[in-house]
């Protein structure tokens, strides 16, 4: 489906970038749905990235053993590097006040 995308990455990093590519196309899918079904207003940018993040933590039981500390990190990287875009000191917000990431 990624073609050449995927060339020279670990089997274990494919399966993790092939689940990250999935939860965040669901996560579009819902969010285009809520949209056009529910009449919601646009959904954020960071509604989105957390969509995707619940998505990914949700999933972590249906991975293999091996996989599922690697979902835990990544699904944690991915919070703080959105709290730390969305809520930097620019703005005057310390990002680990602001969203809680478990």
Known sequence: MFGIWLLGISKEMKQLVLLGAATTCWSL????????????????TLQVIFS????????II???LALQDLVVVASQHLAQVA??????????WRSSLQIDSH
Request: aromatic share 16%.
């Open 83 to 92: 709290k730390d875009f969305f809520f930097t000191q620019a703005h005057g």
């Open 29 to 44: 899918w819902l969010c285009m749905n809520d949209i056009a079904f529910e009449r919601k207003s646009n959904p954020s």
């Open 52 to 59: 995707v993040i619940h998505w990914l933590r949700s999933l």
């Open 62 to 64: 249906l991975q293999k």
